[in-house]
């Protein structure tokens, strides 16, 4: 009688799961008996390794079974020969368990009664490849994937310190995702590691299905253009922040990472600096420093000359500018609104397609309608340079982030020099500093180490001085 | 080291404060005055007339820390009488910007934008400096030590391009001295270093009590407005020689107009002049901006700086409309000296007198 | 806070339906250069050449027509500079520009009527006129002048201020006096010299210069390019040329040195009252060229007499500008700079009675040159 009543509530377990994931057909369950002790086994089909479940649980219970040894419940770890075995006391976490791929023991004996969770994950992985919009010359080629738990060992690697710590937080209330909160303990500061905690714990979704909407959710200046967190796939852009005292967020599920807080200074690095001479590399941060002011003022700036203060132009150039833009209907920010639409709208469409054919794209939609838009007089040439050389300038910039920001803030330049000229555009670039004077990253100042001050910074700011090598300042 | 990293800020706020029109139309005003090619020796005595006026406003600051001129003042000379001195200070700041970006706006209708109204030119710069002064003062010094180096390079810049242009004949003799007429000079160089006494804005939220660190502060901030002055001066003269500064409106930019260089890949310079003059122009505009909100805000014990902050920029810009033309503006130019002299010395000496006063009570 | 971005954003939009001062580029009517003559008659006093550039004529290697002129020059007759300028509307569409103004030539009937003062202050008052407009004289018409094809250059105007950047090649060619500096003459009360441009053979040359009187502001004479060397010696301008050894002037044959460097000191000195002018010429040079064939370069010695000749030679030139100067009274050698400069006490008791002092004023001229070398052969 007893037993059977132990059966039934043991069954009775069974069916809540059961009924949790409405007896989908992938939720499979096994029972051994033995002598006194009930065995079920329950693992979701296609996350979990049969083949695991096979070597590592059923044959070493069978084993046993055979042998009439008695056992009790809490023997079981000791059979299983896999580290990863827990013991669940919160029923109500089986159903995440299951989800995760783990295979769910649950034994019975009388009146003991134990859950157990046991790691069967089988996941189909690609490789830490290189990632594909972060490529780096000579680094390391490795890159972040979907899975946490090989972030994870990927960051270790890199890292091999005991101070690394990851925090697990669990978000979403439909689909519940895993968030690991990881730093250098000692290095981050307590209030910056308490804010994010904070920020963190204050998520409100039902699910997140990558780290580009936890990044959202966790900003406090939803209206600014501008990245409150560096999103990267490199584990050595995430160790470099780690070391200088930032905390970077992982999330199951995506390859890229989060690294807060973000200044204007860090986006515009890359792990590559440090892996050059410094004077080459202080070179190469100050071409792509120049880069970003291109890409943000050049149309603006040429609108200006060329349509307000023609006295500023050199006299040749005005000369020759005004031959080549004989005939060309559109005035000049009309003309050039439509050479910007026209580049956005061809590298949109080179990202959208397959590789083979987006370049195609790309180079037909260059060469053909640049060169039959001069040809037949509908731009100047000087206009498709002009416009030309910003796309490329702004596909310099290290971060996608701060491409993407930029490109924004290029329309808002370009309308105000429309408008005003050179003054109208020193306005606009007043009202653009301002937001970002006023924009914080986790308390940090976006401009930093511009705005404050400080100019022994600085050494690693425009510039990468040579005692930076080996040797960290920290934020 | 730790008063260094304080300090940097408040040396910069200054800076950035008294620079100001004072650059592009100081040179002509002197030239009327003094008309010898020494009379940068004037600007020396008028920063030096300056700093101990500014010595003496920190005097009184010092007896009141964290306290602004606006709450001091009701608390010495009564509520109403308090109140009402600071409504003049805040005239005065509200004045002095509308001053400055008159100035500017006949500059940029001059040498940028021809047919532009100027009431067009002057709402965006109000808007945009708003903008800046509704983040706060944290944010405004931020602001102010972004564009601090940038600033400085531009008019590094201009000096190095400038100085092929120097004639040194203009710049002698140096040594022949009419001393009275470089004192004469100093009433109108004194003015050009206005922007000190917004120390006593600043000391609502900055601990500026001790002598040491203040007098540093005040000493680097009015010494190198000197310096940057002086050096223009003299590429004033230099340039263009002191007959022609009298003569000419805005000598400064005229000066870096004279700047070209033929086949180069910029030929003209002038314009990285007014971008460097304009970035000055809106970060004084800002410190007083700032001060006269605060004042009214403090005065009247508004909560709601949204609101005074849109009716001061709404002063501000009709203010800066009423002047019919540029010889008007610099008539009205006068008008403000007296009223600096009532916030820079009238104001400060009648409070400090009222502190003894209050003091013994105690 | 971000209420201010949105009202600015809005505000713009607004204001999108009118951008006061936008202009495109081809739309402007660039001007090159200014010509300005003098008709004589009552109601058009001036006439006034405006030389405009013809973008679709500059030969490049775009397509386009390309073996035109690329100018035009479009001559009006009126009284004010002003209203001639506004008169070009009716017969071009493009408003004027003058930011690119390079040239402005004077006809010399124009500068014996009216002050150059009156005449330039149109030109300064604008602040599309910059300083750096080079400004010339000429005996012919100036619309004549801004005609003729440049040989370099594509404009006329352009052409004539490049010559005078040859001012460190030659003694004769002056330095470009540009707006800037005929502007700080003038109101410095001080006479000056104009470079003066004619017509050689169809091509633009430059020739002497015109002497402007600091009282009436009108012209009183004209300098040649040998006066001009004096001149050019005197105000330390000299930064290249030659020094010419005539066969007249020794028994030797001709020979000529290139100057490498010059300076010259002004020093006015009081003695009992009485001022002197002290000119102290220093310069190196090289021989360049040697008609002198017994002259052996190798032994020691053999500069002394191209030396003294060449500085005999400098001097005299010198003594004829000066001469000539103080003629006329007008001292536009700069020797008032230097008075006042140097003895200001004396300057600010005399400067009002400075023509008479000047044209008595006893100069002397020292006259000292080096030899440097000869060059890397002597064939002789």
Redesign the interface.
């Known amino acids: 009688m007893n037993r059977r009543r132990f059966v039934r509530t043991s069954s009775l377990l069974e069916e809540q799961i059961k009924l949790e994931f409405h007896n989908s057909e992938d939720l499979k369950h096994k029972t051994i008996k033995l002598d006194g002790l009930t065995l079920t086994l329950l693992y979701l089909d296609d996350i979990s390794d049969r083949m695991v479940i096979q070597k590592t649980i059923l044959s070493p219970l069978l084993t046993i079974a055979n042998e009439d040894t008695v056992i009790s419940p809490s023997d079981i770890p000791d059979l299983i020969p896999l580290a990863a075995v827990n013991n669940i006391e919160d029923h109500s976490t089986i159903s995440r368990h299951l989800m995760e791929g783990c295979t769910v023991l649950i034994a019975r004996e009388s009146n003991d009664h134990h859950v157990y969770s046991i790691k069967t994950t089988y996941s189909v992985k690609r490789s830490p490849d290189e990632p594909v919009n972060e490529p780096t010359i000579s680094g390391p080629r490795d890159g972040f994937i979907e899975c946490i738990q090989d972030n994870k060992a990927l960051l270790r690697a890199h890292l091999k310190s005991s101070d690394l710590l990851f925090e697990q937080h669990l978000i979403g209330k439909d689909v519940v995702t895993s968030i690991s909160i990881t730093y250098l303990h000692g290095k981050a500061s307590e209030t910056l590691i308490n804010e994010v905690r904070e920020r963190v714990n204050q998520i409100e979704a039902d699910y997140i299905t990558d780290a580009g909407v936890l990044e959202q959710l966790l900003e406090r200046n939803p ?1 600014s253009v501008f990245p409150e967190l560096t999103s990267t796939q490199h584990p050595t852009k995430v160790a470099n922040a780690l070391l200088e005292g930032r905390v970077a967020l992982m999330t199951d599920g995506s390859p890229t990472v989060l690294i807060a807080p973000t200044t204007l200074n860090m986006l515009l690095q890359t792990p590559d600096d440090y892996y050059f001479k410094w004077i080459p590399a202080s070179l190469i941060r100050l071409l792509s420093y120049f880069t970003a002011l291109i890409s943000v003022l050049l149309p603006g700036a040429y609108i200006s000359l ?11 150039l ?11 209907p559109f ?3 009309i003309e050039a609104f439509i050479m910007e639409l026209t580049i956005e709208i061809l590298r949109e469409a080179g990202v959208r397609l397959p590789k083979p054919i987006g370049s195609t794209v790309s180079i037909v939609g260059a060469i053909v309608i640049g060169e039959t838009a001069v040809s037949s007089g509908i731009v100047s ?1 000087m206009m498709v340079m002009v416009i030309s050389f910003t796309a490329i300038c702004s596909f310099a910039i290290p971060n996608y982030q701060l491409s993407l920001a930029l490109r924004t803030i290029r329309f808002f330049i370009l ?2 020099a ?7 555009m ?2 606009a670039i ?2 653009v ?3 970002l ?2 924009l914080r990253s986790f308390s940090t ?1 976006y ?1 930093e180490p ?4 400080h100019i022994k910074r600085w050494k690693d700011s425009f510039i990468r001085l040579y005692y930076r090598v080996g040797k960290r300042t920290g934020i | 080291m730790q008063t260094n990293q304080h300090s ?2 408040i040396i ?1 706020f200054f800076i950035s404060t008294i620079i100001g029109v004072g650059i592009v139309t100081l040179p002509r005003e002197t030239a009327t005055i003094v008309g010898q090619p020494n009379m940068w020796i004037s600007v020396i005595l008028g920063a030096f007339v300056a700093f101990i006026n500014a010595l003496f406003i920190f005097m009184l600051m010092k007896k009141y820390p964290l306290k602004t001129v606006y709450d001091i003042a009701p608390e010495l000379v009564g509520k109403w009488i308090g109140k009402l001195l600071n409504l003049i200070f805040v005239c005065y700041t509200i004045a002095i910007s509308a001053f400055i970006i008159r100035t500017m706006a006949e500059i ?1 209708n001059y040498y ?2 021809d047919k ?1 109204p100027k009431f ?2 002057l709402l ?2 109000v808007l ?2 708003m ?2 002064v509704s ?1 706060g003062l944290p ?1 405004i ?3 102010l ?5 940038i600033i400085l390079l531009m008019f590094l810049l201009l000096t190095l391009l400038s100085i092929k242009n120097i004639e040194p004949t203009h710049l002698r003799p140096i040594l022949y001295l009419d001393g009275s007429d470089l004192l004469k000079g100093v009433n109108s160089t004194f003015f050009s270093f206005v922007g000190y006494e917004l120390l006593m804005v600043l000391s609502g939220e900055h601990r500026l009590t001790r002598w040491k660190p203040v007098t540093f502060i005040l000493g680097i901030s009015i010494g190198s407005v000197c310096v940057i002055y002086v050096l223009f001066f003299i590429l004033n003269i230099g340039v263009l020689s002191i007959e022609e500064l009298k003569v000419i409106t805005f000598p400064t930019i005229e000066m870096a107009k004279a700047i070209e260089f033929q ?6 310079f ?2 990285l002049f ?2 460097g003059w ?2 000055t122009i ?1 970060t004084t505009l800002t410190a007083y901006y700032y001060s006269a909100m605060l004042g009214v805000c403090k005065t009247v014990n508004c909560k709601k700086t949204f609101f005074m902050n849109a009716l001061i920029g709404l002063l501000i810009l009709m203010l800066s409309l009423l002047p019919s033309g540029i010889t008007e503006l610099f008539s009205y130019g006068t008008y403000l000296n007296y009223l600096s002299y009532v916030a820079l010395i009238a104001i400060p000496l009648l409070l400090f007198l009222f502190s003894f006063k209050k003091g013994a009570v105690k | ?2 209420k201010g ?1 949105l009202v ?1 954003l809005s505000l ?1 939009l607004l ?2 339906t009118s ?1 006061w ?6 739309d ?1 009517g ?1 001007i090159m250069g200014i010509g300005l003559d003098y008709n004589g008659e009552e109601k058009d006093v001036f006439s006034m050449t405006n030389q405009y ?1 013809v ?2 004529n ?1 030969e ?1 290697t ?1 397509t ?1 027509s390309s073996g035109g002129i690329p100018y035009q020059n479009i001559t009006l007759n009126g009284s004010n500079f002003f209203q001639i300028i506004r008169e070009n509307s009716l017969e071009t569409d493009r408003p004027p ?1 003058y ?2 103004l ?1 040239s402005v030539v004077f006809t010399e009937r124009l500068l014996q009527q009216e002050p150059l003062k009156q005449l330039i202050s149109f030109f300064l008052r604008d602040h ?1 006129f ?1 300083r750096t407009v080079a400004i010339f004289i000429t005996k012919e018409s100036a619309a004549e002048i801004l005609a003729i094809e440049p040989t370099k250059e ?1 404009f006329p105007a ?1 052409q004539m201020k490049e010559l005078t950047q040859n001012h460190n090649r030659s003694l004769y060619v002056q330095d470009t006096l540009k707006f800037g500096e005929v502007s700080k003459k003038i109101t410095e009360g001080a006479s000056f010299v104009i470079p003066e441009i004619g017509i050689n053979n169809g091509r633009i040359r430059l020739l002497g210069a015109g002497i402007i009187s600091n009282k009436t502001e009108k012209i009183v004479g004209w300098l040649t390019p040998e006066e001009i060397a004096g001149l050019k010696w005197v105000t330390d301008e000299v930064s290249g040329g030659l020094v010419a050894i005539k066969e007249k002037n020794s028994e030797e044959d001709q020979a000529v040195l290139e100057i490498m460097k010059a300076s010259t000191t002004i020093e006015p000195e009081m003695k009992d009252g009485q001022l002197t002018v002290h000119l102290k010429v220093k310069s190196a040079l090289r021989l360049a060229e040697d008609w002198e064939i017994k002259r052996d370069v190798f032994s020691e010695g053999w500069e002394e007499d191209l030396k003294k000749q060449g500085e005999k030679v400098v001097k005299e030139e010198i003594e004829h500008v000066i001469t000539i100067a103080q003629e006329q009274q007008l001292d536009y050698l700069e020797f008032s700079t230097w008075t006042s400069i140097k003895q200001p006490a004396y300057w600010k008791k005399h400067h009002k009675e400075w023509e008479r002092i000047f044209s008595q004023l006893p100069v002397t001229i020292d006259v000292d040159f080096t030899l440097t070398g000869y060059g890397t052969q002597d064939i002789n």
């Open positions: 209206l060329i349509s307000f203060h023609h006295g500023l132009i050199p006299t040749s005005a000369v020759s500018l005004s031959k080549t833009r004989e005939g060309v005035p000049s920010v040439p309308f105000s429309a408008l005003l000229g050179v003054y109208g020193l306005i007043f009202i500093t301002t937001h004077i006023k100042p401009m511009f705005a404050p001050i | 940097l800020p910069i940029v940028l934008l532009t067009v030119v965006v710069l945009s400096c903008y800046l983040t944010n010094l931020l602001f030590q972004l564009y601090f180096p086949g180069f890949f910029f030929e003209r002038e314009l007014l971008f304009i970035i809106f | 806070m971000k971005l600015f713009q204001f999108l951008c001062d936008s202009n495109e580029i081809e402007l660039m550039v973008p679709n500059i490049g775009q386009g520009n930011t690119h390079k599309e910059r594509m352009v």
